[in-house]
C-alpha cells in the first residue's frame, strides 16, 4: 500500500505548477551563486578610509605608542605623526578622517598624575560613515588604555628605587608599555569587545536563502492535502482501511526527492565556493526543516476549507518561523521579547546547523533534540488535522 501511494503521490506532484516552482528555485539557485564572488572583498565593495594624524609636539612616547597600536587595528590605513599644519591640509584635501591633538606636557602629567588637557579630535566633516566607526573603536580603545594606566603607574613607581639612572628608569617604562598595549591588542581586547556577536554577512545571506527556499517547497504539500480532503480521495483512502500516516507518509518521502533535486545545484555550487563548508550538516539542515515544515503545510491543507486563503496563511506562518529563527535579522537585532521564543521555530535549528555547516564547524548541540522535538510536534499535529480533515467539517465532502 505504501508503495502505490508513493507512485500515486509522485505522478500527483508531476504538474505544471511544480515545474514551474523548480525553474523558479533553480533561476534563484543560478542568482546566488552568481552573486557569492560579490560578497569577497574586491573593487566593488564600499571601503572606508580609516587614516588619521597625530599631533603631539612634544613627540611623545604616547604618541608612538598610540600610532603603533592604530596601526595594527583591523581595517585601519596610514597613521600619521605630524605638525598641525601638515595634518590640517591633509584633512582639507580629505586624506584622513581626523586629526588627534595632543596637548603640551600630557605625558609628564599622565606620570604626575595631575589634571591634564583634553585630547583634541579634529573630524573630517565629508566622512560621517567614517567617523562613527572609528568614534566606536576609539572609545574601545580609550577603555582599554584607562585599564592599564594604573597597573602601568604602579610598576612605574614600585620599580623607581631600583633605577639610578633616570634615562634607563624612562626607557624600562617605555619598553613596559609598548608590550602592555601589545598585550592588550593581540587580545583583540582593544577592537571588540563581544566575539560572540560578530556575524559573516555573506554566511547569514545564504543560510537564510537556503531556509527560505527548504520551507517553500513544503507548500507544494499543502495543496495537495488539501486536494485529497476536498476531492474525497482522503475518505476513500479511510475505507480502504488504510493506515492514517500512509498517505501523508508517501506524499513526505516523495517531497524529499523533489528537495534533492531542487537543492542539489545550490549545495554543490555552495561546496565548491567553500570546499570547507560539511555537507553533511547541510543536507541535515534541509531535510530537517522539510520534514518539520511538510507536516505543517499538510496539517494547514487538512484543515482549510479553501485551499486559496490557507496558501497565503501558511506563507505568512513561514515568514514568521523564519523570522523568530533568525533567518530575516540575526539574533543579536530581534527584540528581546523575541529571543525566548526562537527555540520554538525550526528555522532556529536549520539556520545555525546550515551556518556551521559553511563554517565547517560542529554541529550545534540543541539542533538534534530540536529536531526531534519539532518533528515529533508537527507529526502530532498532522495526525490531528488529518482525522478534522477526514470529519468533513463544513467543506462538503463527498464520500
Not at 533561476?27 to 551563486?33: G, R, V
Not at 612605574?156 to 613596559?176: C, E, H, M, W
Not at 527584540?335 to 560542529?362: E, N
Request: glycine letters at 8%; proline letters at 5%.
Amino acid at each position: 500500500m505504501l508503495f502505490r501511494l508513493i507512485l500515486f503521490h509522485l505522478r500527483e506532484t508531476l504538474t505544471v505548477r511544480t515545474l514551474a516552482f523548480f525553474a523558479a528555485v533553480l533561476l534563484l539557485t543560478l542568482f546566488i551563486l552568481s552573486a557569492l564572488p560579490s560578497f569577497t572583498e574586491g573593487n566593488d565593495r564600499i571601503s572606508y578610509n580609516l587614516s588619521l594624524s597625530i599631533v603631539d609636539p612634544e613627540a611623545s612616547l604616547i604618541s608612538q605608542s598610540l600610532a603603533g597600536i592604530l596601526e595594527g587595528m583591523s581595517g585601519m590605513g596610514s597613521v600619521h605623526i605630524e605638525d598641525m599644519a601638515t595634518a590640517q591640509k591633509r584633512l582639507d584635501n580629505n586624506e584622513i578622517l581626523m586629526i588627534i591633538s595632543i596637548p603640551p606636557g600630557f605625558f609628564e602629567s599622565s606620570q604626575a598624575w595631575v589634571r591634564r588637557d583634553p585630547v583634541i579630535l579634529h573630524v573630517n566633516p565629508r566622512m560621517p560613515a567614517e567617523t562613527a566607526i572609528f568614534i566606536r573603536a576609539l572609545r574601545s580603545l580609550t577603555d582599554s588604555i584607562m585599564g592599564m594606566q594604573a597597573a602601568y603607574m604602579s610598576f612605574g613607581q614600585a620599580v623607581r628605587p631600583l633605577f639610578s639612572d633616570i634615562d634607563a628608569y624612562n626607557k624600562q617604562l617605555g619598553a613596559t608599555f609598548s608590550q602592555v598595549a601589545v598585550w592588550a591588542l593581540t587580545r583583540r581586547a582593544v577592537v571588540t569587545q563581544n566575539e560572540s556577536a560578530r556575524m559573516s554577512t555573506p554566511f547569514h545571506v545564504v543560510s537564510s536563502i537556503m531556509c527560505l527556499l527548504c520551507m517553500q517547497i513544503g507548500l507544494l504539500l499543502l495543496t495537495q492535502a488539501w486536494e485529497e480532503r476536498s476531492n474525497g480521495i482522503l475518505v476513500r483512502l479511510s475505507l480502504s482501511r488504510a493506515r492514517w500516516w500512509a498517505s501523508p507518509f508517501a506524499r513526505q518521502l516523495v517531497g524529499l526527492l523533489w528537495v534533492g533535486v531542487s537543492m542539489a545545484p545550490l549545495i554543490i555550487g555552495l561546496k565548491s565556493f567553500y570546499p570547507g563548508a560539511r555537507l553533511e550538516l547541510l543536507l541535515a539542515a534541509v531535510f530537517g526543516l522539510y520534514w518539520v515544515t511538510g507536516c505543517l503545510c499538510q496539517a494547514a491543507g487538512y484543515l482549510s476549507v479553501k485551499g486559496g486563503l490557507a496558501l497565503p496563511g501558511a506563507w505568512l506562518f513561514i515568514l514568521a518561523l523564519l523570522l523568530m529563527g533568525g533567518g530575516i535579522y540575526p539574533e543579536t537585532l530581534l527584540p528581546a521579547a523575541i529571543k525566548p521564543l526562537m527555540a520554538l521555530s525550526p528555522a532556529y535549528y536549520a539556520y545555525r546547523t546550515v551556518y556551521a555547516g559553511l563554517q565547517g564547524g560542529a554541529l550545534p548541540s540543541t539542533a538534534p533534540v530540536g529536531f526531534a522535538a519539532m518533528a515529533a510536534l508537527s507529526g502530532l499535529a498532522l495526525g490531528l488535522a488529518r482525522r478534522h480533515g477526514l470529519r468533513g467539517g463544513s467543506s462538503g465532502v463527498t464520500a
